[in-house]
């Protein structure tokens, strides 16, 4: 259903580098230097590396941070039916590779609709905060002090994502995954979340069925994409351990009591 790249129909990478984006260029600068030289001498420290792929990826991620907000219109629209529809996405979850420096590396987003980015969870979140002070503002309880704690909240729940997809990773003897690879990868749960408050906004029992699924759908995108990590970029999946089922499993039902936390958005 959905164009990927590579060896999948549709979505043809350009030729040519894709234009500079406005939100990479804040990671350059006077101290950037200095940022991508700390990062990369202790990232692997604090994320863990057992292969000199992972090695490579890692040290790529961060010496170059644009990686994460190289999209296009393209990319961002299959994504985004890929989140909302898991259940659908014909092809497959793994991502594409490409020899750079005589070593294997990951194609960035705009030419891999499996790769994680950044710009998708930023900008659904600042949409979570705005929907959430309009929200605020019918009800006619809008005050900053409400606003500031709703975007704790988000924020919170952000945090508790990524501790949750890290911690299944080390649970399984995996925990060599990019930290930005998880926040890209939590962050996504706010594009469902965005939705629903919204389509509360216009009528508000849907709320009451456009949540569970909205949970579901996250779930079943996060059960896809956590098994690839293990298997494809892991390498340590075991296809008949119960105890990774089991974690997947718990992964995939957090969803549901997160989801309904950072939806309590316009009952105050």
Known sequence: ???NLGNQTGMQGPTTNPPPNPFGNAFYGAGS?????GLGAYGEKFLGSSSEFMQSNISRYFSNPQYYFQVNDQYVRNKLKVILFPFLHRGHWTRITEPVGGRLSYKPPIYDINAPDLYIPFMAFGTYVVIAGFSFGLLGK???EVLSLQLT??????????????????????????????????????TGLSLTM?????????????????SLCMGVFLVKTMKRVLFTEMRSYEKHSSRQHYLLLFMAIAQFPLFFWLGKVAAG
């Not at 919204?198 to 909205?214: D, G, H, K, V």
């Open 1 to 3: 259903m959905y164009n």
């Open 33 to 37: 230097g200095l940022i991508r030289g």
């Open 142 to 144: 809008f005050t900053p």
């Open 153 to 190: 909240r988000g924020l919170a729940g952000w945090f508790m994502q990524v501790l949750l997809l890290k911690g299944l990773l080390y649970s399984l003897g995996s925990g060599e995954a990019p930290l930005l690879d998880m926040v890209s990868y939590g962050g996504y749960a706010f």
């Open 198 to 214: 919204l389509a509360r906004l216009c009528w508000s029992y849907s709320y009451y069925f456009l949540m569970p699924w909205m």
